[in-house]
């Protein structure tokens, strides 16, 4: 075989890659590395969720196949925390399924909704599988702006009215991995009204609906006024409860589009072991003071970071919400582009990072940050960078390829 086969052949060589093949030589040469990279949370799932999960274990028919939509309790746990949270109405039968994460969600409804060259918007820079999900499905992708302002609707605009074929489909997600900027109300508003003139079905990426500091809980699209006719949200248990590898999450809003990805489930897969559903629905219907603490720590150390790496000479825009900074690269680094600055934070830092470029080419100047190590690390990790940029700052001929620097 000569060539690589059609789907790959559309995907882009996978940049974060190269930086994690920088990250293990160093590790492998004895090297400390403050692993700020992958939006990993190293925090416990709440203790009463492993003891659910313990406790179901082996207990009759919990390892047969499951349910591939969740189990029953599981939909309806879902709806109860929407209604308790954004005050919306779900149907667990017909307006709730259950995915292996937010990620598997995302890309099976691509699936589901895509045909070849269906036009598709999504930010830019975005988390990867908003865009590439729809590519492997045989879609076409068209950017518009991460920032939920008056630029987001102009480029739906230009969208509309030039593309052939008309988009089918427009991805938010915000709090935004990787900007980490937000969204109110009020642009959801415009959103819904926008996608019901041109026909637009509306994709919400809500997984950082709980991890936010200024008080202000991000809202749901779905709480708009007939957003339900056009609209799926989907959610995460992977940062709201730290269990990412339970991959745990689900998809709600309008039935039409939740019956096309339960039928494509269907076909490939038989949903998540069934103690981890029942655990699942233990995190959801328990006690919640657990989240608050999440969202604290998280808080903490955003502080951290934001103060000890302003220290260091690197001033970082203070994020709003999610487990992410989005950061401009230092003016003196910044023509070499997001991929070479993250390998040589490892090589000259000890600090590992992950590349904006990674997010789409307009994230080129920017890499995220994510507060996945404790305060003492992150702060360590602020007196590595201090160093470095004090070391360049005599010999940056030594550190930035002429070429780049230029």
Request: overall charge neutral.
């Amino acid at each position: 075989m000569t060539t690589d086969f059609h789907r790959i052949r559309r995907l882009p060589p996978y940049v974060f890659e190269q930086v994690n093949r920088v990250k293990a030589a160093a590790r492998n040469a004895g090297v400390d590395i403050v692993d700020l990279g992958m939006g990993n949370p190293d925090l416990d799932a709440p203790a009463h969720v492993y003891e659910k999960l313990k406790e179901t274990i082996g207990k009759p028919r919990t390892d047969r196949y499951s349910a591939s939509k969740g189990i029953p309790g599981l939909r309806k746990a879902q709806a109860a925390y929407y209604e308790r949270r954004f005050g919306v109405k779900l149907d667990p039968d017909r307006q709730v399924v259950a995915t292996l994460g937010s990620k598997e969600g995302f890309a099976n409804m691509a699936q589901a909704i895509t045909a070849p060259g269906d036009v598709i918007l999504t930010p830019n820079p975005s988390y990867p599988i908003h865009a590439f999900g729809f590519l492997m499905a045989g879609g076409v992708i068209r950017s518009v702006p991460a920032e939920p302002g008056p630029e987001f609707f102009h480029a739906m605009e230009r969208a509309v009215q030039h593309s052939i074929p008309k988009p089918i489909a427009v991805v938010l997600c915000y709090p935004s991995n990787p900007t980490a900027c937000v969204a109110d109300l009020e642009f959801y508003k415009d959103v819904v009204a926008f996608a019901k003139k041109n026909d637009l079905i509306v994709l919400s990426d809500l997984a950082y609906a709980e991890l936010y500091f200024d008080g202000n809980p991000p809202p749901s699209v779905l709480q708009v006024p007939g957003a339900m006719d056009v609209a799926v949200e989907f959610t995460s248990m992977s940062k709201t409860y730290s269990m990412a590898g339970w991959r745990m999450g689900f998809a709600v809003g309008n039935e039409r589009l939740i019956a096309a990805l339960s039928r494509v489930k269907s076909y490939l897969d038989y949903g998540a072991y069934t103690p981890i559903q029942v655990a699942a629905t233990a995190a959801l219907n328990g006690p919640q003071e657990c989240i608050a603490e999440m969202r604290e720590t998280y808080k903490k150390r955003r502080d951290a970071l934001v103060e000890s790496f302003g220290r260091a000479g690197w001033n970082i825009p203070v994020p709003r919400a999610t487990m992410f900074a989005w950061s401009p690269i230092p003016e003196p680094f910044r023509a070499m582009g997001s991929v070479e600055f993250a390998k040589l934070l490892i090589e000259k830092a000890e600090v590992a990072v992950s590349p904006g470029v990674g997010f789409g080419e307009h994230g080129d100047e920017y890499v995220r940050i994510a507060v996945v190590e404790n305060e003492q690390r992150i702060r360590q990790a602020a007196r590595n960078v201090r160093r470095f940029f004090e070391q360049a700052g005599t010999t940056l001929h030594n550190v930035v390829p002429l070429s780049a620097a230029r």
